[in-house]
């Protein structure tokens, strides 16, 4: 059994699971994040599996997401940049936030999530030395070469995609390969093309990097979570943390 809690870390709303009875045990952490105009509500199946699994699951409602959207979903499909910026840089106050309000083991913190939240994981692990292990579920981290074709900013927000110049994975392999690191990608995927997580996989494969890499590939699906998909990531965080 599991416990699920809708609270505020940091200002933020986040969806919180823990094994029944453990929400104020020290237990290996798991921060989750949504896709693109989803919700934390949408993806919480992997806050039951994660929990089931043993883990405290900390899943946030991205910047004009879920309990924090304003409702103008016009102005948000041309945020998607920085939006994705935001994510990865609230992760330090999530992490500081959850580890002054319940026990937290700081040696077993863990990064996941999918398409949006896959290139979230990705930018925090790239920049966050601590975390122990990250799942990228249908994502990518070469942020400057997929904003190209991916939600292409207009011309006054281009400055959103270039203030991730400094997080593309491109020039920061040594931070993605130095950690048990999960890929998983539908191979007809028509949102996120799959070539994205091919490209990573053979880069940290070219430079030695790939020791504690899987890359998992599913063929014949599109822009969606498989079981196969939610089962691989519950069992990567349970042999990693």
């Not at 500081?96 to 999918?114: F, H, K, N, T, W």
């Not at 949006?116 to 925090?124: D, E, K, P, R, V």
């Not at 504690?212 to 590939?217: A, P, S």
Request: proline residues 5%; negative net charge.
């Amino acid at each position: 059994m599991i416990e699920m809690y809708t609270e505020q870390l940091a200002g933020i709303e986040v969806l919180h699971a823990v094994p029944a009875g453990k929400k104020e045990s020290t237990l290996p952490v798991v921060f989750f994040y949504h896709g693109f105009t989803s919700s934390k509500l949408v993806y919480s199946y992997f806050a039951v599996a994660l929990a089931q699994a043993g883990m405290r699951v900390i899943m946030p409602d991205a910047e004009q997401h879920g309990a924090r959207f304003n409702g103008d979903e016009t102005s948000r499909l041309y945020q998607f940049w920085s939006i994705l910026k935001d994510n990865i840089d609230e992760f330090a106050v999530l992490q500081q936030a959850l580890s002054e309000r319940y026990p937290v083991d700081e040696q077993r913190v863990a990064v996941g999530g999918a398409s949006m939240g896959g290139m979230t994981a990705l930018g925090i692990m790239a920049r966050n030395p601590q975390v122990r292990c990250v799942a990228c579920l249908m994502g990518s981290g070469y942020f400057m070469s997929l904003g190209q074709t991916l939600f292409p900013p207009r011309a006054q927000e281009a400055e959103s995609l270039n203030a991730l110049a400094e997080y593309d994975i491109s020039h920061q392999l040594e931070s993605i390969g130095n950690r048990p690191l999960l890929l998983w990608h539908g191979e007809e995927d028509d949102v996120v093309p799959a070539a994205e997580t091919w490209r990573l996989q053979q880069a940290l494969v070219e430079r030695g990097l790939n020791k504690q890499l899987t890359c998992l590939r599913e063929p014949g699906v599109k822009h969606r979570i498989t079981p196969t998909a939610l089962d691989a990531a519950s069992r990567f965080f349970s042999e990693n943390l």
